[in-house]
């Protein structure tokens, strides 16, 4: 299949261009509005757009009248609107290149991605700064941003999914920094910056590379080592519970719109996000992708879970079917806590102003319980 | 007329009940989203509400929703939980009780938008303070929120127009405070709370109240005496430049969508407007409005502002024609800057990420501007 022969893609080919573009622009809205670009600005660029092949050149063109304003506003000195302009140019960027798969297109468009993020996270305050986590798969870009002040933080790492990345998470991100947290915001093996640049696939394993991410986060000054959280989305939240699983120093976890395994959600997906899902795990075509993605399942694992997990679900998800969620409830024997939205789409994006201050939230209390045990375990040393 | 007869009201006589519905959302809901109500929240209760009549039930009811997450989340020490879900809770009772005209059941709905506010407004920090502008329309409250820190500030006054108050601007508040400005925001006489609670109506000098602003500004703590700057929308975008005009303290102001007269807009307002603007004027009937707007122009005055003018219009406005601005353009003599948006809408509603902005940025070089100034006239005082 023709990578732009976008239809055929999405499973939209039994509808006109126009209605098939209709009804991708409504899948997509909530999403690209909870992830950065403003509702009036996302309106109007979807609303120039008549046909699937004019979606990445109008999004980069917004992208690039948002760069002129964030240049002309950090050479007048106004920090904030510099800011604010270079992470949306680089949301609109992002937004372009989403429509494409790992082409000659994306690889144009994603280097503004990061460019411009990386430009806008030096002008934050605490800044977001690039950092490297080191393991076997070799040392992998991330985002780090520390709130300032004294005293240790909890700190969150955020993951991803088969295509939502490091610099989607900027909205996430702020809700927790101004919660106090500590937060890194990584592209894994296989991920986002990591495939595209590092030519990286993800192993079944992965969860290896997020222990490294927790090593690091344990070397960073005023991280509180017993308030490592981990938040993920989507295949994400799959790489979350796997990880919780495998290392114990995860405080809590939470999962939105995770799946048990990745097989079933490829045979039921539109050839769009089977090429993602193949692409994730360095399969060339689909065909491959399938055999490899066998192996990508929480089968046995769950019950390693030592940490209380937080699952959320929107029980409008058309990509991840509440039986996956179901059976992650069903297995993990630690503490899981099930919450679901009934207007809910996939990792409940419709829902962001109320999801993820409930995440964040939740981690202060499981933080503040872990210092009220760290607390009695202190007392106790005290000869009574 | 009945104030219940919405298609009536709104001059959209000529739809069935579900297309007059259909097109004011459309009208309503970039306003909606810019001051103060997520994306998502909003896009869910306008899909809730089948009928004019389940405007006010539909959005008081996700206020309560609201307001019980806030409730809880304070109880449970999440205070910025809290305080952003007292905040949108707020917003949805303003949203519910925009569309009714000063009956019961608007009275019903405003002390929540206001009660819950200031809840919200307590739990920021610093906090949005309820202060009281004292002046010879008597005591009429307003919020000041002054950013933490040293040093001396500026400030910007915030003005409404003939339905838009006090409760409306927190999202420009907050773009004013990120950029290090102290911000009051006021109800004139006949707008908002003064209007519904102190049943005060707009006098033709309403400037004297601003300038009593003014005064109340310049006895606050570190505001700057020679940073004063005024904003506001539509009809407060007129009582901005008739304040300009009057008072000599103001740094520079800025106005959006603002008409020069307010006759000519009446007569071509469907009823809803006309009965907001003889509202704002104290006349209980339109006809007794229209005979008292007749004084409410800026003919004559605009001349005599000395200050710098920013004027902001959007090319779609459907309530200001762009003559009302090109008359004002061509009457000011001091420095105007005019600035149009050609797909904007009546005060650039659904351009709120770039215009505020902008004019924020502006008013902090007029601010440099002046402390230039000031600089020579200190060297000036030191003997060569």
Redesign the interface.
């Known amino acids: 299949m023709e990578h732009s022969d976008f239809r055929a893609l999405f499973g939209l080919s039994a509808f006109s261009e126009e209605e098939a573009l209709r009804i991708y622009v409504q899948r997509q809205f ?1 999403r690209i ?2 992830h950065g670009v ?4 996302a ?2 660029v979807v609303g120039r757009i008549t046909a699937f092949d004019k979606w990445a050149p109008e999004w980069a063109g917004e992208g690039g009248y948002w760069e002129a ?1 964030a240049v002309k ?1 950090r050479r ?1 000195g ?1 920090r ?2 510099a800011m ?2 270079f992470f ?1 140019a680089s949301s609109c960027y992002r937004v372009a290149q989403h429509i494409l798969h790992d082409d000659a297109a994306k690889m144009a468009c994603y280097p503004k991605v990061v460019s411009l993020f990386e430009t806008a996270g030096k002008l934050m305050s605490p800044p977001l700064e690039r950092v490297s986590i080191r393991s076997s798969y070799g040392p992998l870009h991330a985002y780090l941003s520390v709130p300032a002040g004294r005293g240790r933080l909890p700190a969150v790492i955020l993951a991803g999914g088969a295509d939502g990345w490091r610099e989607e998470y900027l909205p996430i991100t702020l809700i927790f920094l ?2 106090g947290f500590a937060v890194l915001n990584v592209d894994a093996p296989g991920q986002g910056a990591a495939r595209l640049f590092r030519k990286t696939a993800m192993p079944v394993d992965v969860e290896r590379f997020f222990s490294a991410a927790v090593d690091f986060l344990l070397k960073t000054p005023r991280i509180h080592p017993q308030q490592i959280f981990m938040l993920g989305h989507s295949v994400g939240g799959y790489l979350t519970l796997r990880t919780a699983a495998a290392d114990r120093r995860l405080a809590a976890c939470a999962a939105l719109g995770a799946p048990f395994e990745l097989l079933s959600i490829f045979d039921a997906s539109p050839p769009a996000r089977r090429i993602n899902f193949s692409l994730l795990c360095g399969a060339r075509e689909p065909e491959q992708g399938r055999e490899i993605l066998r192996q990508f399942t929480l089968e046995g694992l769950l019950n390693r879970i030592s940490c209380p997990v937080l699952i959320i679900h929107g029980m409008k998800d058309s990509v991840v079917p509440f039986s996956h969620v179901e059976r992650i409830c069903s297995e993990v024997r630690s503490s899981v806590d099930l919450r679901t939205f009934e ?1 809910g789409i996939h990792t409940c994006d ?5 999801v993820y ?2 995440i ?2 939740r981690f ?2 499981y933080a503040g319980g872990s210092r009220r045990r760290m607390t009695r375990r202190i007392a106790n040393e005290v000869p009574a």
């Open positions: 909530s509005v909870a403003d509702y009036d600005v309106q109007r304003i506003a007048r106004h904030t609107t604010n302009a949306l101004e919660r207007h419709n829902y962001v102003g109320e201050p409930l964040a939230d202060l209390d």
